[in-house]
């Protein structure tokens, strides 16, 4: 005990170099119980420098990607994270092992808000009111006034003018009970019958009223409240919003951008999803929102030349970023890992499926053919290098669908998503991880008479709408967590299903305009990305059933070899063999002690060949 006493207060003064150099050399279990040895050791997780190290040890001993900047707000979060994957994507020899049943992960949606400004092009100035209900009225008086129900009920009356435009101002409720009245039935005290008759000021009639009909009320004095419709507060993690219909409402979600908000922001936001598809997870970053919101210029940028480069300029949408971050993992990777990466561009038009990257070629001849196509990358192309990128959304860029509308000047007519296909394997073998990023920029929903469309632009609306509302029957099915979901019903969401179905990290961004005369648009895409943060599901983990067969008989083949080396001996025996000159002893060498694994080890031998055919 004085020994170990002494060495705990000699590892105060430890320095941290040397304190993670021993770490270095430590199992995952003893790094865990180092903060039990003393204070010092405790103090040093407390350390983000301490927690960056740690993560560099997954990147090194389990070929776990690590971004150069924490994903989640700190180093300790980030590394939290990224040590799941040494049990679900076991990329690396030295990952930890699995058990023997599935990993199931909880499916969730991060939902962010983004907002462009208000001053667009055709957008009429006139001022647009709503009614505040009057339940919200008193709500915000008991807010701002701090007081209780009853006090706010009197503030409210009061607003309209004087304290006389309370209805019940002049009433007289008699506060004795004569005891002599009782119910019959109950014997009780009946309170209602025992009010005054005069419970208000006497009515008189009007003089068009009819001989014998009951006077009329006098008129109640107004207390509504109207307030213009359209944002009213934009908070880091929340919207207040104010509609016709609604009133006021708050919408909540996992970051909200301002109009002013850099681009760099909005992809921090989604980053996880990218970093996790590079660990082997697929991943979906889906936007969402009114024509003219900026969904494009979200997802990809401004124009043509920067979002079809991988420069990174301040104006560059969630594309170019997360292309450029996949090619620098990789390139960083390849000394790990032999790594592929495929990718495909697809326009959906209604039912019909086009290929961007070969000049907007039909997909398939049928629907259902043209999603099982680009599900199994068959319109895919392999890419290397970013000048094979480029090249590739330079060529999409071109055949795209556009068309300029009354809110839009550069609207999308159709929905398109960029796929990207990634295959891992590490270089002392293990399993091949296959994963898949999905960017989807959809068309904007949008009202005829706002966009003023029609002839050509009409049909691609009505094609438009009827993908979101194929989407928004799926999300609300799997917000209730229906046991059918109608993924079916779209070409849109037949390809977005592996994205909602429970095995994928996806990150839906909605996007609004400030301008009061699109707020109840602005409310329709808040509302839809409310009801996809509220989507939890359990999904399990996809694995390739055929390489962990294999990877299953090699380990046995490997178990096997161990154990007949250990057992098995050469024996001299005497055999007599006959032939037609007679009977004839000969002396001979035979394996013996180890029959049964080593029968075990030629059949594991047969079935490996038939598997793969050799």
């Known amino acids: 005990p004085g020994s170990a006493s002494r060495a705990a207060e000699s590892s105060e003064q430890l320095p941290w170099e040397i304190a993670m150099h021993v770490m270095r050399y430590l199992e995952w279990e003893d790094r865990q119980r180092v903060p039990c040895l003393s204070k010092a050791f405790l103090a040093l997780y407390s350390s983000e420098s301490t927690w960056r190290f740690f993560c560099d040890r997954l990147a090194e001993e389990h070929a776990i990607f690590v971004p150069r900047a924490p994903i989640r707000g700190s180093w300790r979060s980030t590394f939290n994270h990224l040590f799941t994957f040494t049990r679900i994507c076991p990329l690396s020899p030295r990952a930890t092992p699995a058990g023997d049943e599935d990993e199931v992960r909880q499916f969730a949606i991060t939902v962010y808000a983004r907002f462009r400004d208000a001053q667009v092009a055709g957008d009429s100035e006139q001022a647009i009111t709503a009614t ?49 009245r009782k119910d019959p039935c109950t014997g009780k005290e009946n309170t209602l ?32 409240a109207h307030a213009h419709v359209g944002v009213l507060s934009l908070r880091p993690k929340q919207v207040v919003m104010c509609a016709p219909t609604i009133g006021v409402k708050t919408f909540r979600f996992e970051g909200v951008h301002a109009p002013a908000a850099p681009q760099a922001d909005v ?208 999300i609300t099915a799997l917000r209730r967590r229906k046991t059918h979901i109608p993924f079916n019903d779209s070409v849109l969401t037949m390809l977005l299903e592996e994205s909602l179905g429970g095995v994928s990290n996806t990150a839906v961004i909605v996007t609004g305009n400030t301008h009061p005369t699109h707020a109840a648009e602005t409310v329709n895409s808040l509302r839809f990305g409310e009801t996809c943060g509220r989507i939890e599901r359990e999904g399990v983990l996809p694995t390739e059933a055929a390489s962990e067969a294999i990877d299953a008989i090699n380990q046995e083949l490997a178990e096997l070899e161990a154990e007949i080396r250990a057992k098995e001996r050469w024996e001299t025996r005497t055999v007599i063999r006959h032939d037609a000159d007679g009977d004839e002893k000969l002396v001979v060498t035979v394996p013996v002690g180890a029959e049964a694994p080593r029968a075990r080890y030629e059949a594991l031998l047969g079935a490996r060949r038939e598997l793969l055919g050799m």
Not at 145 to 151: A, Q, V
Not at 210 to 223: C, F, N, T
Not at 404 to 425: D, G, I, K, Y
Request: glycine share 8%; proline share 6%; net charge positive.
């Open 193 to 224: 019958k025992q009010r005054s008759a005069s419970l208000s000021p006497p009515r008189t009639k009007s003089p068009g009223s009819a001989p014998g009909s009951p006077p009329r009320s006098p008129p109640r004095p107004m207390v509504e």
């Open 267 to 474: 992809y921090d936001n989604v980053r996880p999803v990218v970093c996790d598809f590079i660990n082997g997870i697929n991943g979906c970053v889906l936007c969402y929102g009114q024509t003219g919101s900026g969904k494009t210029y979200t997802m990809f940028g401004p124009d043509e030349h920067v979002s079809t480069s991988l420069r990174i300029e301040p104006t560059s949408g969630v594309a170019p970023r997360a292309l450029g971050e996949i090619l620098e993992a990789v390139a960083a990777r390849r000394s790990q890992m032999d790594i592929s990466i495929a990718m495909s561009y697809v326009e959906v038009f209604g039912n019909e499926v086009t290929d961007l990257l070969r000049e907007g070629a039909a997909i398939g001849p049928r629907h259902l053919i043209a999603v099982r196509q680009v599900l199994e990358d068959h319109a895919s192309m392999d890419v290397a290098s970013a000048a094979d990128i480029e090249l590739l959304l330079q060529r999409a860029e071109r055949c795209k669908r556009r068309g300029a509308t009354a809110m839009n000047e550069r609207s999308s007519r159709a929905h398109s998503l960029l796929m990207l296909t990634l295959r891992q394997q590490h270089h002392a073998g293990g399993r091949v991880m296959v994963s898949r990023l999905c960017i989807a920029d959809l068309g904007g929903s949008e009202q005829v008479k706002k966009s003023g469309v029609e002839g050509t632009q009409l049909v691609e609306a009505v094609n438009i709408n009827l993908g979101l509302l194929a989407l928004k029957s799926c």
């Open 132 to 180: 505040i209900p009057i339940h919200q009225r008193l709500a915000m008086l008991r807010t701002q006034n701090k007081c209780d129900s009853k006090e706010a009920m009197r503030l409210l009356w009061a607003s309209a003018g004087n304290a006389a435009a309370d209805p019940w101002a002049g009433a007289f409720v008699k506060e004795a009970l004569t005891p002599e």
